[in-house]
């Protein structure tokens, strides 16, 4: 057994989350990444009526409120980008491609930002620098080489604004693919398709003043200490008004227990701290369908002895009935529903199950939040739409106060959507630009993320073009994902920083370099302003404020037209004209979106506008007119389920979530600080008596396996055993290192999600141990 030096350092965190331990770590952060002086003051325009869209995450502002909102990891997200490391042509040079995919995913990124396009030699195996307009030759040659516009695939990561998106569904469009892979595939998908059939639209029904109203909150799956910190301002203040709040998640998150916000001097002053949830409820991994489906029976049999008693009825009969259909099968289909199935699946106690349902009773106005804990896993879409039904057998939706509340990741990945990022488009919006702009776009359903990935390895699709993101690293089954992009004819990456993807590359292949949103975007001379959608569906307008990076960075809305033009001409459509006046691409979304009516004109005033949300006024979208109660029973053969049957209670199921430290692939230190990981990020969360079970010890190393159903062997290795506060039989562990245990075709029914947080995987005692051990 090879032996070595101890690393990184366990250490539970006892205190509340943000406070003064937040605000140390921006200053690290900024000295670190070097941000010069002038910079520093674009922190106070984040999010501001007059300054950008924080890059961070999808959580909404209060109006783009007039105090500073004061966010750690939004800072991270804004220092990363004003970081005034660069990596120029001259590093390039320095390194070859074999000697960059030795450096670790922090190092990559570790070198700043990118300044200049450049083309893969394959002699040197190096990048060498090429001409804009030659770049885009390059790519309209390639293009206009295939003998099926469905040959080539455009991923999107979710940061792009609504302008840049909509130029690029309508080039692609035109092209002729509805290829459209983008990071919602492996985000919220399960929302996106699970909520049309429930409430009509994939939305979330609340906005922020319904936080104001609501008496109860649910938030399943999500730790928004580290992913989303100014929701827990809002949590704070309902906290503080006595709302009750409830963690529905395997692992008691930190950051949901007490909250110093840095926003409020006094509580920083006096180092206190709000408490935040009330109640811990956790699941076992994937346990979630089976524990709302309890709650909802536990309801009905409560219905059942008030009426008994001659009180008043515990549903919201008026709301069944004026709003809704399927009501009687659903209660039949609960009333059937054996017990003991729902506990043993759900991984929680009878006593705790009726304890949340009292509390969802309780509730008068009730607000479930949820994050990737429900979306990454094989039932993820039935899940959910249990979510939705319990909702409903209260009239939880589409009333002040109470509402679904999806919580999504990247700051616009909920506009990319609605402005056409979608490989399987409405035949509607499809008509609706084919009228608008003349021509023929294709009908047939493109390929998803994973679905691309099949593809390039099946040699239907030989272009890969990516606008933002990391698809290398974010996508599953990391060495299959490799060769697929190895296997393409042409890959064009189009980042801000280094990373991985850029060197896992087809035989031909781009970096393009493009500007962040926080930077000054002049086109002609004019400062031109993006618009982003939160997760609520605010519509607002971000404007730059930083010098850019480098002179020779375009804007993502420029390097869309310039590639639409190179590759299509401008007969039809005048692209160059749009990415000079982003105004008029915005004139141009409001022929196709009714929604977007007087888009320039609104989008103008400070904060924006909501868009319609059909779902919160009790307008249901849906085939019946109406909500829809639908049935959906416990999934008792899973991969899991099966492998557990082979393995026993050996057979662990493995979710992998975030670092503090990290921004999906974006890994910007090694601490992980609620969660007391410190200095390293291969560690797994294990319950004790699993290691007892296992005849193994906290800190040794192990290897993991998973288990699936070919003969192909997905292996992590070498990551330190940290007993953990987690049910029995799960495990956790940071992505994306662990993504090569994921088998591509393990996702989500009916959406077809990776399931990231539902993996079963086996240990094995590693042949690595620290010396510590
Ligand atoms: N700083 C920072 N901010 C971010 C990001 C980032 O990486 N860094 N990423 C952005 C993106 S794209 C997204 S999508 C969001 C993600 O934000 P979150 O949804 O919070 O994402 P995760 O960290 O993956 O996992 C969330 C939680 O799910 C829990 N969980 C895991 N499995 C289960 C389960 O089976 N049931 C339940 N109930 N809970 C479970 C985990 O314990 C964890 O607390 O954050 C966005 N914001
Ligand atoms: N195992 C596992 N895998 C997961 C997840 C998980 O929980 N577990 N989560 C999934 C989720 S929720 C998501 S959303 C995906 C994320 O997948 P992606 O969106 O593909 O990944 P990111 O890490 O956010 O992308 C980071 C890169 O984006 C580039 N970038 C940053 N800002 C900009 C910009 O403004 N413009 C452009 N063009 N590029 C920019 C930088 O070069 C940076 O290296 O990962 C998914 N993968
Ligand atoms: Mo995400």
């Known amino acids: 057994m090879q032996k070595t030096k101890p690393e990184g350092r ?5 205190h509340a989350a943000a406070g003064w331990g937040a605000l140390k770590q921006v200053a690290i952060n900024l000295v670190r990444e070097k941000v010069s002086g002038g910079n520093y003051k674009t922190l106070l325009k984040q999010n501001q009526p007059d300054g950008f869209d ?10 783009h409120a007039s105090t500073f909102e004061f966010c750690e990891n939004g800072v991270k997200a804004v220092a990363a980008e004003a970081t005034s490391k660069r990596v120029r042509p001259d590093f390039f040079a320095a390194h070859t491609v074999a000697e960059l995919l030795t450096q670790s995913d922090y190092e990559l990124e570790q070198h700043g930002r990118l300044t ?90 609340v906005t922020l003043e319904d936080f104001e109203h609501a008496d109860t909150l649910l938030i399943f799956g999500q730790n928004p200490a580290t992913n989303h910190p100014r929701m827990l301002g809002e949590l704070r203040d309902c906290a503080k008004r006595g709302a009750t709040i409830v963690s529905i998640n395997p692992l008691r998150e930190r950051g949901l227990e007490r909250f110093t916000s840095p926003s409020h001097p006094m509580e920083m002053l006096t180092n206190s701290s709000t408490s935040i949830s009330s109640m811990f409820v956790q699941p076992k991994l994937s346990g979630d369908f089976a524990l709302i ?32 259909t399927g009501y009687e099968a659903f209660e039949q289909d609960l009333r059937a529903q054996d017990w003991d199935q729902l506990l043993a699946e759900s991984g929680v106690p009878r006593d ?8 969802y009773i309780r509730g008068q106005k009730v607000i479930c939040t949820w994050g990737m804990g429900l979306t ?20 939880n939706i589409g009333r002040l106060g109470a509402g679904l509340c999806p919580v999504r990741g990247h700051s616009n990945v909920q506009g990319d959507r609605t402005m056409g990022i979608e490989e399987k488009p409405a035949k509607a919006f499809l008509d609706r630009m084919q009228k608008v702009f003349d021509f023929e776009p294709p009908r047939a359903h493109g390929y998803d993320t994973v679905e691309s990935i099949q593809a390039m390895l099946d040699g239907k699709i030989k272009v890969f073009f990516g606008m933002g993101g990391n698809f290398a690293m974010a996508t599953p089954d990391t060495p299959l994902t490799f060769d697929a992009l190895r296997a393409c004819d042409l890959t064009v990456q189009v980042a801000t920083k280094l990373n991985r993807s850029h060197l896992v590359h087809g035989k031909d292949a781009l970096i393009l370099p493009t500007l962040g949103r926080t930077e000054i975007d002049l086109q002609q001379g004019v400062p031109q302003g993006v618009t982003v959608e939160d997760s609520m569906s605010m519509v607002h307008l971000s404007y730059g404020m930083n010098t850019p990076a480098s002179d020779n960075l375009l804007s993502e809305t420029a390097i869309t037209a310039r590639m639409a033009h190179a590759t299509l001409g401008s007969g039809k459509v005048d692209w160059l004209a749009y990415a000079a006046d982003y105004a008029s691409i915005r004139d141009s979304i ?26 919160r006024e009790r307008e249901w979208r849906t085939a019946s007119g109406k909500a829809q109660f639908l049935l959906r029973a416990v999934d008792t053969d899973t991969p899991i389920h099966r492998a557990r049957a082979k393995y026993g209670e050996r ?60 003969d192909v062997e997905r292996r992590a290795d070498r990551f330190l055993l940290v007993e953990y506060d987690i049910p029995r039989g799960c495990l956790g562990s940071y992505f994306p290192e662990t993504n090569g245990l994921i088998p591509l075709h393990s996702t989500a029914d009916g959406a077809g999600t990776p399931t990231s947080k539902s993996i079963p995987v086996l240990l094995q005692l590693s042949d690595y141990q620290s010396s510590a051990e």
């Not at 705790?352 to 509390?359: K, S, T």
């Not at 896993?377 to 057998?393: D, E, F, P, R, Y």
């Not at 979710?655 to 503090?660: D, E, G, L, P």
Request: one cysteine or more; hydrophobic letters at 40%; a negative charge.
């Open 651 to 710: 057979l662990m199921t493995l979710m992998t979530a975030r670092s503090h430290d990290q921004y999906n692939t974006t890994i910007y230190g090694m601490d992980d600080r609620y969660r007391g990981v410190f200095g390293l990020r291969r560690v797994v969360f294990i319950n004790k008596e699993d290691l007892q079970m296992l005849g193994l010890r906290n800190g040794q190393w192990v290897d993991m396996v998973s288990v699936w159903d070919d």
């Open 352 to 359: 705790q199950i009726e304890a949340l349902a009292e509390v």
């Open 10 to 14: 366990i250490e539970p965190y006892q």
């Open 116 to 205: 200049d396009p450049v083309v893969y030699d394959s002699a040197s195996d190096k990048y060498l620098p090429i001409a804009w307009d030659d770049a885009f030759a390059l790519i309209a040659r390639h293009l206009k080489a295939l003998p099926d516009p469905n040959q080539a695939t455009f991923y999107v990561s979710g940061r792009t604004g609504n302008e840049a998106a909509f130029l690029l569904q309508l080039f692609v469009r035109m092209y002729g693919t509805n290829n459209f892979p983008d990071c919602s595939n492996m985000c919220h998908e399960p929302t996106s398709r699970g909520l049309p059939g429930t409430v009509g639209i994939g939305k979330g029904t």
């Open 376 to 395: 990454q896993h094989k039932g993820a879409v039935a899940t959910i739409q249990m979510l939705s039904n319990l909702m409903m057998m209260r009239g």
């Open 590 to 615: 409001e022929k196709v979106f009714d929604d977007f009516h007087d888009f320039n004109a609104r989008v103008a005033k400070p904060g924006g506008f909501h868009l319609r949300v059909a779902s």
């Open 293 to 324: 489906k309890a709650v909802a029976k536990r309801l009905v049999e409560r219905d059942d002895a008030a009426l008994a008693a001659g009180e008043a009825s515990l549903l919201d009969r008026e709301f069944i009935a004026t709003h809704t």
């Open 54 to 63: 924080c890059p961070g995450c999808a959580w909404p502002d209060r109006e």
